[in-house]
């Protein structure tokens, strides 16, 4: 714990989160390969919006500042997101 301590090592927090939303994004790609075969702008915009909420979500909880009102609002504005999305390029 006192090599991870998001307040005093702030460095180890960011690379975390750069590390992981590599990670999310890769998987992202992969998942859409392997289902549809072709990527495409729509699926691009899919991949960098989820990857955005589940980073905020964790950054949110690792701060123990997430309630339940926080959540339903970032669920909320994600879900708008990809409707926008879905409706923009068809």
Do not use: C, E, H
């Not at 975390?16 to 729509?42: D, E, H, K, N, W």
């Not at 009102?69 to 923009?88: E, K, P």
Request: proline share 2%; hydrophobic share 60%.
């Amino acid at each position: 714990m006192a090599f991870t301590s998001p307040v005093k090592n702030i460095s180890w927090a960011v690379a975390f989160f750069i590390g992981l939303g590599v990670f999310l994004v890769s998987v992202g790609y992969t998942m859409v390969y392997l289902q549809a075969g072709v990527m495409r702008p729509q699926y691009r915009l899919r991949i960098a919006i989820i990857t955005i909420f589940i980073l905020v979500l964790l950054m949110f909880r690792s701060a123990q500042s997430l309630s339940w009102v926080d959540g339903l609002v970032l669920v909320i504005i994600t879900l708008g997101l990809l409707f926008y999305t879905s409706r923009r390029s068809a």
